[in-house]
């Protein structure tokens, strides 16, 4: 029997607008600001790549490009900042190295890749992408991963390339105050800066990336929820997000795959779903942060329990838009 194309187009289960969807690009550069930390010139620094970020993310998808592709960009530029804690600049551990964690995730296909512990890839991001698009896994830490890497033809550099002074002063004051007592190897770090990106393609296939050095003063391999699909890294197609925060907490609460479920089973608005885990279920086991989510709509939030989080936006409007202390959505 022959459908005619009003009845065929009903039965269409497929998660493919019919219309054209207007891109989203939301970045984060992680939660944790502290307020008396932000001095005006460190504030106009980190603006200027938030929105360079989001300038280069969005032109992917303004040109029609792919939600995967807008994210990778996005991060790749927070990475090479110095000004994050990914990439260069991210933060030491106890034994003064640096292990970097991404991952990054594709909405429509459910396609992911991460990698944990990298100490020698320059973007861990295009290293994560890579274990999804060229190895049979989803999850590869270590030495193995740079030996992937390399395979991959994936830059490798020297450790000494993600050292700033300034994340090297952060580890010598977890030390000491760890010698005082005062803190615990793992407990709370106050100086997050976790990257991410979720984005909404014109195909309205969406993304979600994240990158990371950890938390300062890290040890035993310790590995956040960064690179934990659907903790701290989540997207389908009806939702994606990236988290940023104390990561054993958010490992704990399934937090980014927690929110798109409330969005998908539970018909939660994603701004109402993204406030539950942020503001709730996690700080109810005792961790802090934030996330960036995005829907299939275009809608978004991002919710943080901290002081600030460093975050931006190009959605309907086109324009871009960067946030740090204040709460605006
Ligand atoms: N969530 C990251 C981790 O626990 C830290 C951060 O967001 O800055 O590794």
Known sequence: MRLSLVAALAMCACAMPLEAAVPVLVIHGGAGVIRKDLTPEKEKLVRADLEAALAAGYAVLKEGGASLDAVTKAILLLEDSPRFNAGKGAVFTHDGRNELDSAIMDGATLRAGAVAGVHRVKNPVLLARAVMEKSPHVFLAGDGAEEFAKTAGIELVDPAYFRT????????????????????????????????????????????????????????????????????????????????????????????????????????????????????????????????????????????????????????????????????D
């Open 165 to 328: 002074d300034a994340r090297w002063n952060e580890l010598q004051e977890a030390l000491k105050a760890e010698a005082k007592a005062q803190q615990s190897s793992l407990g709370r770090a106050i100086h997050y800066g976790t990257v991410g990106a979720v984005a909404l393609d014109k195909a309205g296939h969406l993304a979600a990336a994240t990158s990371t050095g950890g938390m300062t003063n890290k040890r035993w391999g310790r590995v956040g929820d960064s690179p934990i699909i659907g903790a701290g890294t989540y997207a389908n197609a009806h939702c994606a997000v990236s988290a940023t925060g104390w990561g054993e907490y958010y490992i704990r609460s399934v937090a980014a795959h927690d929110i798109c479920a409330r969005v998908e089973h539970g018909k939660q608005p994603v701004a109402k779903a993204a406030d539950a885990v942020v503001m709730d279920v996690v700080p109810k086991l005792g961790g802090d942060g934030g996330v960036i989510a995005l829907d299939a709509n275009g809608n978004f939030a991002t919710p943080f329990n901290t002081d600030g989080m460093y975050r931006g936006w190009v959605d309907r409007d086109g324009k871009v838009h960067v946030a740090i202390l204040e709460k605006i």
